[in-house]
């Protein structure tokens, strides 16, 4: 295992997750991973993939799709809204990834929580691949989600960063394409019961 390159297939690197640990994982997937986990002095975690973790980060992506904010444009007012189901969104999809490459849910609840932008951390430093500035930005501000649902009325209102609702929207879908891609989940197609905010 220790002579994979850091241009080896996540197939690949998948395959030698379904038995081994991370301790002998590819170096550099070992060092990204230690990397974040020390950023945040977390417990070490052992990657295992699993039928029950695939089907889970299934499930993650579709309800993801699901809380997808869609639908007519609202006022800036409504931003509130609109930011909370964006972390709803931006969060379920990237448990799904991480369930996907093995990472426990128990662990993931207890380490990460609601916070996006350490998800978004814990993914790309195990494959997902999505360095995209303005995601890392908006998952700054979407973090800790729960935020975006809680009364203000003595307080200034958390930073919305200055997006759009346009903007979250492409980013959001953007990550959720990208989640897609790497896992192989198929796109859930809503109808009428689509949610939009």
Known sequence: MDNLAPTTSRRAMLGALTATTIA????????A???VQRSYDDDPVTLIRTVEGRALSRARYRRAEEFFPSGPARPRSEQRDLLYHAGIT???GLSA??????FPDAWCARHIGLRVAK???????TALGHNCPDMARLADVLSPYRKW???????????????????????????LDRVRLVTGHARLRLGR???HV
């Open 24 to 31: 002998t994982v590819a170096p550099s997937w070992r060092a």
């Open 33 to 35: 991973l230690v990397r």
């Open 90 to 92: 931006a969060q379920l």
């Open 97 to 102: 990834h991480l369930l996907d490459v093995g």
């Open 119 to 125: 998800s978004l951390g814990y993914a790309n430093a």
């Open 149 to 175: 649902n809680e009364p203000c009325l003595f307080t200034a209102p958390p930073d919305d960063g200055g997006f759009t609702a346009e903007q979250v929207r492409t980013l959001l879908r953007a990550l």
């Open 193 to 195: 019961e689509a949610r």
